[in-house]
Nanobody, 126 residues
Framework: QVQLVESGGGLVQAGDSLRLSCAAS????????MGWFRQAPGKEREFVAA????????YYADSVKGRFTMFRDNAKNTVYLQMNSLKPEDTAVYYC???????????????????WGQGTQVTVSS
């Protein structure tokens, strides 16, 4: 069982930066692939970024590539999402998700993940 707690959301202006954090419980954090998803009002949850267990491979949605960076610190049981050059269309609730690396096939699909955090709101004003 893994529990995930996101933090770092807030209200910022377009062009600003934010860093989201996701702290995970459990001693086997390094065995999990981690993902970030977001959901805006009236829209489906969408993939943002994912990272393999050792941080060697990352995946990004085209809409955030070059602006967002996902990385992890297995010693701290934490993954991060560094968001730069934020745009109003980035406004959403951001969720952290986890799945055992041995089960991961399609990191961009939300139904691949077994554990989810409660989400953190990111609002970007124009």
């Amino acid at each position: 069982q893994v529990q995930l707690v996101e933090s770092g959301g807030g209200l910022v202006q377009a062009g600003d930066s934010l860093r989201l954090s996701c702290a995970a419980s459990g001693r086997t954090f390094s065995s999990y692939c981690m993902g970030w998803f977001r959901q805006a009002p009236g829209k489906e949850r969408e993939f943002v970024a994912a990272i393999r267990w050792n941080g060697g491979t990352t995946y990004y949605a085209d809409s955030v590539k070059g602006r967002f960076t996902m990385f992890r610190d297995n010693a701290k049981n934490t993954v991060y999402l560094q968001m730069n050059s934020l745009k109003p269309e980035d406004t959403a609730v951001y969720y952290c998700a986890a799945v055992l690396s041995s089960k991961m096939v399609h990191p961009r699909r939300p139904d691949e993940y077994d554990y989810w955090g409660q989400g953190t709101q990111v609002t970007v004003s124009s």
